[in-house]
């Protein structure tokens, strides 16, 4: 008893368990299978969004590229699924048939080489979490090692996205261009449009998210998370303390980059399609808002913010387009100076302190103090960021 | 490759090609400059800076219009000249306002500020929408800088591609002047090495802040107004460019004016150059992708100082 | 100078610095300096503000690059090592501010610094088991603070900070500790338990401490450096370092 009691304290399973109520219960029986399809999209994000979390909220890396590996991972499962539905039968017509439609528009006459693997199943599942894993590992092991940070690692990461989504758009032969890769079909010959498959892939992407809730609530909770919340205060601290600190933010981006890309390949499962506009700038920085909407410090907080800022911008761009724009603008302006601690920080500091004791979750390491902003005596305000702080210290 | 082209041909083409660099330059020039002030001396990221360029821009199109509508013909050859100065001030005066509602509180967050200043391009981006339309829209050049000239049969350079030049250098050498000899331009250098000794001998830091970050915003309403020159303006226009022009302060060491120059020199003729051979798209992968490698490797970009810790 | 090096250069030496220079834009903060410190010796370096002390302690735990010259301890080259590989081969650093996890408890900040789990899965698999509270509890009753284990860090005095951090590096159990100023900013009272704690902790190890207070100084140094424009100018017991004429020139004589 005392053991589950522990486990209930640790993982939040409170908290947890409501979500799952949620997601798993009355979601599905208040809706019908259009609205949960789109509630499975919004929860892709979500993905994204938990690794934010733990690479911001407590790594505090910031990374505007995230795009990019939610569509490494939404590719590889579309050039699977693209694969399969290519096969010489249904494209017969082509002037080379069983390639992709859009290879033999592009006048391709042969299958591209890093095309082949990907007629396997195997290969696509393990692909989703390497390609990704092996990217990020890339990207960031030169600029950890030279100690590259802050607002310096968040420009690099938005140019590498901007790179991906030229290079996917430019060379549509192999990748479908702009237009991305669309027109999926069926996953070992099982159907993925029909009701039923949509049901059980929503299900799948809530099981999945779960498993990232856990493995992020695991690795928080353990030593790695102290570390990860000491480096963002005493980064020098912790190196003498004997820490290869490079490693532990290429581990902690790795696995957001991984989360993301699993996200990433529920999206095309879910939605039968992938193309570049989920990797750009532009959705990057949007799934940032995700995250912060919820609390950049909180996992399930993370979820919340996805759902609703997903859920709010549909039915804005429903009925009044335009307004859109300005009320997401809004939002990152908004939850920055007010609420740097997203709505996960609204619970803690405005409802939970009114709940009964034993609803009360642990705090949470640190919060960022928010903006005041009615005030008006200049020195409150006055700045101490020396931008040539951060520049010295890529300067070693 | 090149056995197509005689050797004319081909010195005329990287003339041309060069040219077209140029003028590229000069944008980027004139958007990284403000930027630079921003970044470089305030370690500010602001997101909206092409939107702050696009407002310069529109006010030229402005401009253009009621000299076009109200005022003799024979004025509107000045029309630019007059919109140069508005640009300034409108996109100053925005930008001196957005420090105080919203940079100032964030001093000790610049991650949080590159995302509040987002959402405030978002902002600024449907503003354009909602007034101007969605369409693009073009100034008439004055006569004057119409045409081009021929230096050779094949070599032909346009004018107002030169005017653009003319104007980036003349900002050049003024920001340049501005931040070695005016006050300002002390005081700003002086609150960057020590902000608490800077306030301590009586610098208002607070003011420094502001003016500097205007003076930022300022010229990049120049580089808008300078932009209706050569090319047409829409809501997202600024947003087009504000990946290079990060890119171009940070390559250049983001605390160097002249770094800032020589790396938008560096890659905006790469880019054109390349061009020529390549797509479009992949000049640019290559030339964004060779940047993002260098600056991995040497993080501090092509200018810094090496400072006692 | 040069007789007394030759005289020392016998004995066993945990670390010796040796022609180590460094320049900054052409500005030599150290220059062309040679140190040795023995088995179990309070080494305290003294000097005027900016002789480069600071900067010696940053050379030697790898967080600075030297120009030139070597770095050697228990035989192995530290110059060409990253920090941690630094701290792993023996050598504890305490900043000049204390340098504390604010956020977290005295015992995290105990916790994080205890030898152990300190790769990627190791701080993932790493347990609190009966060894680690036995060491915390220890070190933090060595340290003054073992009633506020539970305490956020950022609640404690500036002089229980300093302890704090001390305490972090003792857990590490270094055989060199280095101390910026461990007392600047301690009352009088807090003065003499840290130097009675220092008198404690450098039973089985080797400390090189930088400080002003030249009482505390005589309290604790077995031997004196003197720096001055990164050079070493005068070495010693604490009398001879006084009365040495170039040390009485360089703090009076401007």
């Keep these: 008893m ?67 590996f939610f569509g490494l991972g939404g590719y590889c499962m579309a050039m699977f699924l693209k694969l399969e539905a290519s096969s010489p039968e249904n494209t017969a017509i082509q002037t080379t048939p069983g390639i992709p439609d859009f290879m033999d528009w592009n006048q391709l006459t042969e299958l591209p080489w890093f095309w082949e693997p990907f007629h396997s199943f195997g290969f696509t599942l393990l692909a989703i979490i390497l390609v990704p ?226 609803l009360r979750s642990p705090v949470p390491p640190s919060t960022i103090p928010a903006v005041a902003v009615t005030t008006t005596a200049e020195t409150s305000s006055t700045p101490s960021a020396n931008p040539t702080v951060e520049h010295r210290h890529a300067g070693n | 490759m090149f056995a197509d082209y005689t050797m004319t041909e081909l010195t005329s083409i990287f003339a041309m090609q060069g040219f077209a660099g140029l003028t590229l ?76 509602a919203m940079i100032r509180h964030l001093y000790k967050r610049p991650l949080d500020t590159l995302l509040a200043t987002w959402g405030l391009s978002l902002i600024m981006q449907q503003l354009y929408r909602t007034i101007f339309g969605p369409r693009e829209v073009g100034v008439t050049l004055p006569d004057w800088l119409m045409g081009s000239i021929a230096l050779t049969d094949m070599v032909e350079i346009p004018i107002n591609g030169l005017f653009v030049m003319a104007i980036t250098l003349v900002v050049a050498v003024g920001v340049g002047l501005t931040m070695q000899k005016s006050r300002l331009g002390k005081q700003t250098r002086a609150v960057v090495q020590n902000r608490p000794m800077a306030s301590a001998v009586g610098i208002n830091t607070a003011r420094v802040d502001r003016l500097t970050f205007a003076l930022g915003c300022g010229i990049a309403g120049i580089a808008g107004a300078a932009f209706t020159m050569i090319g047409s303006t829409g809501p997202t226009s600024g947003q087009l460019y504000i990946v290079d022009t990060f890119l171009v302060v940070v390559f250049g060491g983001a605390s160097s004016l002249v770094g800032t120059i020589a790396s938008a020199f560096t890659i905006s003729q790469a880019q054109s150059t390349m061009e020529f051979f390549l797509s479009g798209s992949m000049a640019k992968v290559l030339t964004l992708l060779v940047v993002v490698g260098i600056l991995m490797l040497r993080p501090q970009g092509l200018f810094s100082l090496k400072i006692r810790k | 100078m040069l007789e007394t090096n030759k005289h020392i250069e016998q004995k066993d030496f945990v670390l010796s610095v040796e022609g180590l220079t460094v320049s900054f834009d052409g500005f030599k903060a150290v220059s062309d300096l040679s140190l040795y410190v023995e088995e179990q010796e309070i080494r305290v370096i003294i000097g005027p503000n900016g002789a480069g002390k600071t900067t010696v302690l940053d050379l030697i735990c790898g967080r600075t690059k030297a120009t030139e010259g070597s770095i050697k301890f228990k035989g192995k080259e530290l110059t060409r090592m990253n920090e941690h590989q630094i701290v792993h081969a023996g050598i504890g650093r305490k900043f000049q501010t204390p340098s504390i996890y604010e956020d977290l408890t005295v015992f995290e900040n105990l916790e994080l610094s205890y030898p152990r789990g300190r790769n990627v899965w190791g701080a993932l698999t790493f347990r609190r088991d009966q060894q680690v509270i036995d060491k915390v509890i220890e070190i933090a009753e060595m340290i003054f603070l073992a009633d506020k284990l539970d305490m956020s860090a950022d609640l404690l005095s500036h002089g229980q900070k300093q302890w704090l951090e001390i305490g972090m590096l003792l857990i590490q159990d270094p055989e060199l500790l280095m101390l910026d100023e461990p007392v600047a900013g ?69």
């Excluded at chain 1, 998210?209 to 990860?228: A, D, E, H, P, Q």
């Excluded at chain 1, 890309?261 to 570049?276: D, E, H, K, R, V």
Aim: contains cysteine; charged residues 15%; proline residues 2%.
């Design chain 1, 133 to 358: 894993a092996f990217f990020a590992f890339v990207v960031t092991v030169a600029m950890f090692k030279r100690r590259v940070g802050g607002v310096y690692f968040a420009i690099i990461t938005q140019a590498v996205a901007a790179i991906l989504t030229i290079l996917i758009i430019g060379q549509q032969g192999y990748t479908g261009g702009v237009n991305g890769i669309t027109d999926l079909r069926t996953l070992h010959g099982w159907d993925i449009r029909t009701d039923e498959a949509k049901y059980i892939l929503y299900f799948v992407c809530v099981a999945l998210l779960f498993v990232c809730l856990f493995i992020g609530k695991y690795v928080i909770n353990s030593k790695l998370g102290r570390l990860l919340v000491a480096m963002r205060e005493r980064e020098d601290r912790v190196r003498f303390s004997g820490y290869d600190v490079s490693a532990f933010k290429i581990f902690i981006f790795c696995l957001a980059s991984v989360f993301s890309a699993i996200g990433g390949a529920m999206f095309t499962l879910q939605i039968g399609f992938m193309s570049p506009t989920f990797v750009g700038i532009v959705p990057s920085i949007e799934m940032v808002i995700f995250c912060a909407v919820g609390g950049r410090l909180s996992l399930l907080g993370a979820v919340y913010g996805a759902l609703l800022v997903n859920a709010a911008k549909t039915s804005f761009s429903e009925s009044f387009p335009e307004l859109w724009l300005f009320a997401m603008g809004a939002l990152f302006i908004g939850v920055v100076m007010a609420f740097p601690n997203g709505l996960a920080g609204v619970w803690t500091t405005y409802i939970e302190p009114r709940l009964p004791a034993r």
């Design chain 3, 186 to 254: 301690m009352s009088v009272s807090e003065r003499q338990q840290t130097a009675a704690l220092l008198q404690k902790i450098t039973k089985d190890r080797s400390v090189l401490v930088i400080e002003h207070d030249m009482q505390f100084v005589a309290d604790i140094a077995d031997r004196v450096t003197v720096l001055h424009q990164g050079k070493v100018l005068s070495e010693g017991s604490m009398e001879r370092v006084q009365n040495d004429p170039k040390v009485i020139e360089v703090y009076l004589g401007h």
């Design chain 1, 2 to 68: 005392n053991f589950i009691a522990h486990l209930f304290a640790r993982y939040q399973l409170s908290h947890m368990l409501i979500l799952a109520l949620l997601l798993i219960v009355v979601l599905p029986l208040s809706m019908d299978i259009f609205r949960l399809n789109l509630i499975g999209k919004y929860l892709t994000y979500a993905f994204v969004a938990i690794g934010l979390v733990l690479c911001w909220g407590y790594g505090g890396i910031l990374s505007l590229g995230q795009g990019v």
């Design chain 2, 25 to 100: 330059f000069s944008v980027f020039v004139l958007m990284a400059l403000g930027l630079a002030i921003i970044f470089g001396q305030m370690g500010v990221i602001n997101m909206a800076h092409g939107e702050f360029m696009i407002l310069g821009a529109y006010t030229t199109y402005l401009t253009s219009n009621v000299f076009s509508s109200y005022l003799p013909e024979s004025l509107y050859s000045l029309y630019f000249f007059v919109a140069l100065i508005l640009a300034f001030l409108a996109a100053g005066a925005l930008g001196a306002f957005i420090e105080w």
